[in-house]
């Protein structure tokens, strides 16, 4: 499918908030459900409570609905997310945690699905990765930066883009490949993983201290990615 129109909603009349929530809520728990495939339109106007044709008003695909969803549910999430606690490593082992479990309880299938309709809808990538993927990365990189400035971390033994594409990608790959679970007991290793390979000279940001970090962590919290 090329030219999806995935991205700013139709012109028409204002959209009902409360019918927009339930149209995204609807698409998103379909979606981890049923599987991407699956999803329609009339599926989603039908768990909504609202008619198809005020599903098609405001958006033209099935792809625009999850990515408006996934967007809405990350800017909601975002203070439980990104911490400030003054401790970027917990931030950072919180946010992890918090992306994680969020894939595995909803929004993985949306976000399987999505990628694989963009390697054929150059419009739907674009949208895709300058719009939410963009997004998550430059959230994990700020969490990361912080840790930086307070030399726990350092760029020497690798860039921070390097780490951001590692703490996805693991993430990514087990989502598309479904050998392995994301959870939080991923998230742990990741943070832990990242600590050694951003570590500064001296070793501040030790595997002790890590699996220090790791018991303080709730193993099985759910954050809502």
Known sequence: MTGTGAGTPARGRPRSEQARRAVLAAALELCHRDGFQPLTIKGIAEAAGVGRQTVYRWWPTKEAVLLEALRDLTEREA??????????????????????????????????????????????????????????????????????RQGKLSEHAASLDLAVDLAFGVMWYRLMSRHAPVNAGLAHEVSTALRRLLAPPGGVASAGEAASAGEDATPNGVAAG
């Open 79 to 148: 203070p439980t997310l990104l911490p400030d606690t003054g401790d970027p490593l917990r931030d950072l082992e919180t946010f992890l945690v918090g992306a994680y479990t969020m894939t595995a309880r909803l929004t993985g299938q949306a976000v399987a699905g999505l990628m694989a309709e963009a390697q054929r809808d150059p419009e739907l990538a674009d949208r895709l990765q300058t719009g939410l993927l963009a997004e998550r990365r430059r959230a994990l990189r700020e969490v990361l930066e912080r840790a930086v």
